[in-house]
Structure formats: structure tokens, C-alpha cells
């Protein structure tokens, strides 16, 4: 049973292609055995080589001329509304067609699933969980939103077990199917959905009170919102393994005595014997490796019926998904740094929410203790901005010095150009940042201030990484 046989030499198109979670699809579809095209717009995005990489076509504009009469499904980012021209085709024609988060609910009917969740850290647990059960020969594949830092980046394994990044916003992920979850934080964000952090909390306890019975929840407890789902999961779903995890003595896997020395966390997990490594820095991103581990150890508990809390301290299986935890390096576009001429160090990160950012800066002060940190910031959304304003400029003003862009609009937004502009030169005014829309300009400003062994982060969920590559070759080139 799984997925593939629905999709094998099926020929999908997909629109928004060049989605996080839409190119991870992509590939796996490929991997199934389905014959991908799409399109997306002209703007840059980070998954362009993981699509290249698969030979998988994409089409640079929005036009139905593309949809190929032999098509057999549409599947489309939720940016996208029915008046697209594809959408709008594809009904015309009668093609099956699917959402991204429907179709991940399609998957997760034939295929064992187990959702990630959580605010913040989603995409790197997602990573790391696939990364540890791929050296058990277990048949997984999985769908997150950022291609794997290093090799091997194939997420599709055989379709039996799945690994889904499970986003909140618009309540997506309560369509999926799962035998398991794992919640990493509980964060107020999307205020063009969620009215508050309360209501954000209410549909994490959806999502967890839905998975499927005899299953498991691993959540982080070292929030009042984590710990608070833990005890109601507890309380209502008991024929459900809940494992809590966290650096507070409450969580059943606590994590203690963390240092950071020669570029690599050290750190102890209660119940386990021996020091264990993390390649990320800091205690934020060595919990979502824990949070892997532990979902990851469970999943292959439960092939055998062998879940308890006993069994993940007892048996060997938690202590080797951390040990194998010690070779994951990351996703791309998730603090991906170079080191270029003079020291300089360029990162591009994907942080577009101020918990995210200030996360990304304090690892990045724990990596480069004595260096000066330089932000480009694109902030993404006008809800979000508004709704976080002051929590984004007390970030960015505990840095050394910082660039806002124009604030993005995604595509399910209405902002237009000038009050995206308005609202950004407004931010870096709070913040005491310099804002430059244009980016040539923004482009040698930088430049011109940047100083032997500055880290420079060009930061946010919109179109930086055409930054981030214009500002490394120049570097490259000694053009400062």
C-alpha cells in the first residue's frame, strides 16, 4: 500500500512550482514513477537547482498554452485562487485537480504519514527525521520545504512511511491523515488567519487530537503553550504514546549541560547515557534535532508494536537516531553560509518571523563570536509586519547594522507596491536601519560597508536570494 501506484506515469502539472513544499512534492512525485511539468514566476527561488537537478520543466509564466492536453492532474500552491489561468483550464477541461495541502491529503490515505509541525523549526526537524530513518532501509520518503545542505538529496525511499512538514496556516494540515506528530513550538504567526496566539494553540490541539489511534505526539515542552498540549493530549487521547522533550526538568527527555566549542553543540539527554553533537548551533536548532530523533526512534518502534517511554530510554534506537543526528548539517537557505574573500562570511536564511531571526542571530554570534553581523531584511507579508512590528524592530536593532527591503506581498495579499513601501521604510526607521528598495543600490551600499570578517545575512522569506548570489560574486570578484 502507498501512494506511487496513483501516481506512476501519470503525467501532473503543477503551478507555483517553485513553492518550498511544492519542488520537495515535485521531486518525490518523480521519484514515484510521475511525469512532472509546472510553472511559477520569473523570480529566483532556492529550489530552481533541486528542480533542474530532476530535469523537471518549468514554465516562466501563466499561460494555459502550457497545460499539455495529455495532463492527468493539476496540483497547485494555495497562493493561487481559481481565476488562474491553469485553474481555470484545467476545470474547463474536467482535470482532476488538487491543492497542495489536498493532495498531501490524498498521500497521507494510502501512505503511513507522520506530520511535523510546529511555528518555528518545522523544515529542519522535517529533514532531519528523513535523514535519520533513511539509514534503517525503511521504505520513507518526505515532502519539507528546503533541499537538504548536503548529499544525498533524494527524499523518497519507497512509499510506505511518509515524512510531511505540516504547516498551520489556514488550518492545512487538520486535512491529513497521520499515525503520529511531531510539534516543535507554538508561536503566534499568519495574523491574516490565526486572530491570536490562543487561536494558534486551539488548532495545534486539532492537529494532535486527530491522529490516529494506537499512534504518537512528540511535542517540546519548554513553552507554557507546549507544555499545556502535552497534558491535554495526555488527558484525552490515551491510547496515544505522548513524549515530551525540552531543556526543562518536566520534559521525559531533558536536554542538559549544552556547549558549543570549535563549531560543533555538545550536549546530554536525561534517560540516554553519553554526550551527543549537533552541526547546528545553538540550543534552538539542537532541540529540532532531538525532536527528529525522537520521532524518528518511534516510527521505528511502531513497525514492531514496541512504543513506551521505557522502551525510547531502554532499547538503543533513540541514542542512534541521535548519533546518526550528528551528520545532518542542515537544509539550504536555512543559515547556508559561504566564506568569501577577506573573511567575509555571506549567509542566506529563510527566518521571516522575529523568534526565526532571533534564533538565526544567536547561532550565528555563537559560530562568529567576534565578528560584526550585517542584516539585509526582507520582510514577508504586510499582515505579518504589521502584526510583529515592534517584535521585528527589537530584533534587528540588536545587530550591528541593517538593511530593510521593501516588504514582499505574497500572492494571496492584496498590498501594493507603496504601502509595502511605506511600512518598510517605517520598520527601519524603528529599528535605526537603512531602507533601500532598489537593489543595485542596496546591492554597493552593502558593499561598500562591508569590513574584513563581517558575517553579512541576507534574511527573510521573499526575494533575497538573487541578493545573496549578486553580493557573493561580487565579493568573489573583489568588487568592494
Known amino acids: 500500500m502507498g501512494f506511487s501506484r496513483d501516481v506512476r506515469d501519470k503525467r501532473v502539472f503543477m503551478v507555483g512550482i517553485k513553492g518550498t513544499g511544492m519542488a520537495s512534492l515535485a521531486c518525490v512525485l518523480v521519484d514515484a514513477g510521475a511525469e512532472i511539468s509546472g510553472s511559477d514566476s520569473q523570480e529566483t527561488f532556492f529550489t530552481e537547482t533541486l528542480l533542474e537537478d530532476k530535469h523537471i520543466v518549468c514554465h516562466n509564466s501563466f499561460s494555459e498554452d502550457n497545460l499539455d492536453d495529455s495532463t492527468d492532474m493539476v496540483i497547485y500552491s494555495t497562493a493561487y485562487d481559481k481565476n488562474n489561468p491553469y485553474l481555470a483550464e484545467a476545470e474547463r477541461r474536467h482535470i482532476p485537480l488538487y491543492s497542495y495541502p489536498q493532495f498531501l491529503a490524498e498521500i497521507s490515505k494510502t501512505s503511513t504519514c ?253 559560530r562568529y563570536p567576534y565578528q560584526r553581523i550585517i542584516v539585509v531584511f526582507a520582510p514577508h507579508t504586510v499582515s505579518r509586519t504589521k502584526a510583529l512590528f515592534d517584535q521585528f524592530a527589537e530584533v534587528l536593532s540588536s545587530v550591528d547594522i541593517v538593511f530593510v527591503r521593501d516588504v514582499y506581498a505574497s500572492a494571496r495579499e492584496d498590498g501594493d507596491r507603496q504601502s509595502c513601501r511605506l511600512l518598510a521604510e517605517s520598520l527601519a526607521r524603528q529599528a535605526g536601519a537603512q531602507h533601500i528598495a532598489d537593489e543595485n543600490e542596496l546591492c554597493q551600499t552593502v558593499l561598500s560597508m562591508l569590513k574584513p570578517n563581517d558575517v553579512c545575512i541576507t534574511m527573510g522569506a521573499g526575494n533575497n536570494k538573487q541578493l545573496f548570489h549578486l553580493l557573493a560574486s561580487k565579493i568573489r570578484s573583489g568588487l568592494r
Open 114 to 366: 507522520y506530520g511535523v509541525a510546529g511555528t518555528h523549526g518545522k523544515t529542519t526537524a522535517s529533514a532531519a527525521a528523513y535523514s535519520m530513518l533513511k539509514p534503517t532501509g525503511l521504505p520513507v520518503f518526505a515532502v519539507f520545504g528546503a533541499p537538504l545542505l548536503h548529499p544525498p538529496y533524494r527524499t523518497y525511499d519507497g512509499d510506505s512511511i511518509g515524512i510531511l512538514e505540516s504547516c498551520e496556516y489556514q488550518d492545512h494540515y487538520l486535512l491529513y491523515r497521520m499515525k503520529g506528530a511531531l510539534v516543535t513550538t507554538i508561536d503566534f504567526d499568519h495574523p491574516d488567519y490565526f486572530t491570536d496566539e490562543g487561536a494558534v494553540y486551539d488548532s495545534f490541539v486539532s492537529f494532535c487530537t486527530r491522529i490516529e489511534s494506537g499512534g504518537c505526539v512528540v511535542i517540546c515542552v519548554d513553552e507554557d503553550k507546549g507544555s499545556s498540549l502535552a497534558k491535554l493530549v495526555t488527558r484525552e487521547r490515551k491510547d496515544l504514546t505522548v513524549i515530551t522533550y525540552g531543556t526543562t526538568r518536566e520534559a521525559d527527555f531533558c536536554m542538559y549541560d549544552y556547549r558549543y566549542e570549535a563549531f560543533e553543540g555538545y550536549y546530554k539527554i536525561s534517560s540516554l547515557d553519553g554526550t551527543f553533537i549537533s552541526r547546528l548551533p545553538g540550543i534552538p536548532l539542537t532541540l529540532d534535532i532531538v525532536g527528529a530523533a525522537l520521532l524518528s526512534a518511534s516510527i521505528v518502534l511502531l513497525q514492531d508494536n514496541l512504543l513506551t517511554k521505557e522502551n525510547l530510554s531502554k532499547l538503543p534506537i533513540c541514542s542512534a537516531m541521535l548519533r546518526e543526528g550528528e551528520r545532518f548539517h542542515g537544509c539550504k537557505g536555512r543559515s547556508e553560509a559561504l566564506k568569501l574573500n577577506d573573511g567575509i562570511v555571506l549567509v542566506n536564511d529563510y527566518a521571516h518571523h522575529p523568534t526565526e531571526m532571533s534564533v538565526t542571530i544567536e547561532s550565528l554570534r555563537l
